[in-house]
């Protein structure tokens, strides 16, 4: 069975509830003097728009919405956006420029590479597109995973989604020596990585292209925010929205492509 799987990695191969998302409140509460720590919700919400993949951008955007609330023109602000990566990255990262020691040491993984094995002993190729840094993606794919050499297109790569460039760059070079309309399945837990989708699918209608949400673990601590979770990226464009990712086996992406 031909088919390209492309994975999302951020909430999707590995937990980023207590490094990504922790940098993020972190970074807010530091611009706004400990006035504002934006909650896991609070988060969600401003993701849930479908243009705040990038979170060095989504932190900048949660300070100049606190700040606009009490009153204050962006304009007045003049926040310096390398500032805010700079205290970002120093923890998520970490300060070792010559290695990583910050938030993302502690990430737990939400699949193992035997996994990925399966897949390609089904036949299906399959590839990374990442809105995280080239040198972020490959700790955990290189170094956690242990995989050698992956299909990698990441931050510094391509355009932010829902941009479809990189998703579409990253099958180019999965898909040599298949025909060039080898259905596509894009794995991702956010309304972008849906969006992502329903624009290839705009700009290129030939080939299918399915979208597989997955519930990242921290909305799956109360029903109410799994089941809410699940409708938003239903509504986004999602054909299925899992648990985890591991169980798109590929008996499941088999019944996907027959649907």
Known sequence: MNAIV???????????????????????????????????????????????????????????????????????????????????????????????????????????PSYLEQLTLAGMRWGFFSGATRASANYVLQRRLGLQSPVLIAMEDAPGKPDPTGLFATVRLLEDGLDKNTPVVYVGDTVADMYTVEKARSLCGDRLWIGVGVLPPHVQETATRRDGYAKTLQQAGAVVVLDNVQQLSPGKIEELLSL
Do not use: H, M
Not at 38 to 50: A, C, M, N, Q, Y
């Open 6 to 112: 492309v994975f999302d990695i951020d909430g999707v191969v590995r937990d980023v509830s207590c490094s990504y998302r922790r940098a993020i409140a972190d970074t807010v509460e530091y611009f706004t003097a400990n006035a504002y720590r934006p909650t896991s919700v609070d988060i969600d919400l401003l993701k849930s728009e479908g243009v705040w993949n990038n979170d060095w951008e989504a932190s900048q955007e949660l300070i100049y919405r606190y700040f606009e609330a009490q009153g204050r023109s962006r304009q007045q602000l003049q926040l310096d956006y390398k500032d805010i990566v700079a205290f970002f990255q120093a923890r998520y990262r970490g300060t070792d420029p010559e290695k990583f020691t910050g938030y993302i040491c502690d990430e737990p993984l939400l699949l193992q």
